[in-house]
């Protein structure tokens, strides 16, 4: 028998097919009182017949096995089970033939058969058993059209519903199943998105404040074992601001691990006060790999245009993280002697340039995976990725030969220019989001 239609197998993505627990208890109590039912006939009608020990018999067994007839699990129907419901209906057979009452039984055993057989063969034996249960009826009550007619409009009845119900069920098993392995998949891409961005979000720290840090370190000590013997005050200053850098690159690895503010912005000094902090850094650090190479010094300067107003953390910290990473650039690969960071508000944003004179490049070829700098490329992306979370921009006009010049720009919020602080603190305007 072709077991690849046989009753749809349970699993813990969705409702089980029909059959379930209640059902089949309901299925075994309405046999076993049909049965019952049949045999008090049979006595009644035909007290000391000598077929009584053979029906009260065959109706005892029919009913037990039926009560304790083989479950519907996971796995296909097995050969026994199938030999079990054969030997099963033959003796039910047997009592029909003897007495046609117990031909009332039959839905039951059509229920069974849907249960264990495939729909084909299941369809083939509940004809046959509506054929015998007509001819039941007919020895019974004689040729009534409602007899003949009943027992097949019955069985085609309960055939379709169950049909019905148990390929409602497939559906919307696989659609319940479908809907988890969609929500597992959801879940997956989630952790994945969530374990990218932070691998981004440690990249850009990393580059715009360890690596810068580092380098500068490098050049300092770099620039005291030049002068160590010749000039051991200028040496020993350097390796005190090297000490300097490094203890700063501390406090921002320590507070970047734990997704929290630059140190630079902790002090409490704001955006502008941080951008002086940089480029005095930056400059003792150009002085230093003047010394220590032939480039000559580089200066840092910073200014500020325009009335300030309150910014959101998250947007100073990103134009800080956009300053540092734009003067490693310069550091690393213009050769310039001069850079100036501007923080200029404007009416409906605020915007950093970071010029320097140093040699340029083509804007173009650090959109390269591999750019000709050999590491502009991921600076300005990590710098772009930046911006573009808070809906800004970064421009880059440069050339070779005729420095560059970076500006990033970041809408404001719906915030008021700074109170004089003679107007009273209630004055102070609170940031909100941007609508």
């Known amino acids: 028998m072709d077991v690849k239609h046989q009753r749809p197998r349970r699993d813990d993505t969705g409702p089980a097919a029909p059959g379930p627990g209640w059902m089949d208890a309901a299925m075994s109590v309405s046999f076993v009182v049909l049965l019952v039912g049949a045999m008090a006939r049979f006595l009644i009608r035909h007290p000391g017949a000598s077929d009584t020990p053979v029906v009260v018999t065959l109706t005892a067994l029919v009913a037990l096995a039926y009560v304790v007839r083989p479950g519907v699990g996971d796995a296909p129907?097995?050969?026994?089970?199938?030999?079990w419901l054969a030997g099963f209906t033959c003796a039910w057979i047997v009592l029909v033939g003897i007495a046609p009452s117990f031909a009332w039984s039959a839905v039951p055993i059509v229920y069974t058969a849907l249960q264990l057989l495939s729909e084909r063969a299941a369809l083939v034996l509940i004809a046959l058993?509506?054929?015998l249960v007509v001819v039941a009826q007919v020895r019974i009550s004689g040729t009534d059209p409602l007899l003949i007619l009943g027992p097949p409009a019955v069985a085609g009845l309960a055939s379709a519903v169950f049909l019905h119900m148990r390929r409602q069920s497939e559906r919307q098993r696989t659609l319940i199943g479908d809907l988890i392995r969609t929500r597992a998949g959801l879940a997956a891409s989630e952790r994945r998105a969530g374990t990218l961005a932070e691998r981004e979000r440690l990249s850009m720290e990393i580059h715009d404040t360890l690596a810068q840090g580092l380098s500068s370190q490098r050049m300092l000590l770099q620039a005291a074992d030049r002068v160590w013997a010749a000039d051991p005050a200028a040496a020993h200053r350097h390796v005190e601001t090297a000490s300097a850098i490094a203890e700063r690159n501390l406090a921002e690895a320590r507070r970047f691990v734990h997704d929290l503010a630059p140190a630079d912005l902790a002090d409490g000094g704001g955006l502008e006060a941080a951008l002086h902090a940089l480029a005095e850094r930056e400059s003792a650090a150009g002085e230093a790999a003047g010394t220590a190479s032939d480039r000559g010094a580089l200066r840092v300067r910073?200014?500020?245009?325009?009335?300030?107003?309150?910014?959101p953390a998250i947007v100073e910290a990103a134009l800080l993280r956009v300053a540092q990473g734009a003067v490693a650039n310069i550091r690393e690969h213009a050769h310039a002697t001069d850079a100036t960071l501007s923080l200029s508000y404007l009416d409906d944003q605020v915007v950093l340039d970071v010029a320097d004179n140093g040699r340029g490049f083509v804007p173009e070829a650090a959109r390269r995976p591999e750019s000709a700098d050999g590491g502009r490329g991921h600076g300005l992306s990590a710098m772009r990725a930046r911006l573009r979370q808070?809906?800004?921009t970064l421009t880059i006009e440069s050339s070779p030969g005729d420095g560059t010049v970076v500006s990033a720009s970041v809408p404001l919020p719906d915030s008021r220019p700074e109170p004089d602080p003679a107007s009273g603190p209630d004055s102070r305007p609170v940031p909100g989001p941007k609508e």
């Open 390 to 392: 808070l809906g800004g």
């Open 129 to 131: 058993l509506t054929v």
């Open 77 to 83: 129907v097995s050969h026994w089970t199938r030999l």
């Open 302 to 311: 910073c200014t500020a245009d325009g009335r300030p107003v309150v910014l």
